[in-house]
């Protein structure tokens, strides 16, 4: 689920103005990838309270991306229709980590 959303985000920020390559669209792709390193990084660690804290961070990054959204689709970067996938993918996301954050308690 994580790996797909950086890919959709990636296809979205990617018609961003040049202007925003070192602005929201890097600060998008760099949340984005958050969410799926952390993810990645958690599982290798060696108890439930340190992986819960990667989770964190990623869940942390995915509200960002979705906050970075709105920004995007205010300046006319994206379109509704992208914005509205965005926002419920990533609320998606968000759901899905925070139940599993809960199986670790």
Known sequence: MAKEYATKVYAVTAKFPRHEDHGLKSQLNRAVNSIVLNIAEGTA??????????????????????????????RAYITEVEHSALYEDGQRLAKSTNAFRNTLK
Request: hydrophobic content about 45%; proline content about 0%; glycine content about 6%.
């Open 45 to 74: 660690k060696n108890s439930n309270k340190a992986f819960d804290y990667h989770l964190e961070i990623a869940l942390g990054s995915t509200f960002e991306v979705v906050a970075g959204a709105f920004l995007a689709k205010d």
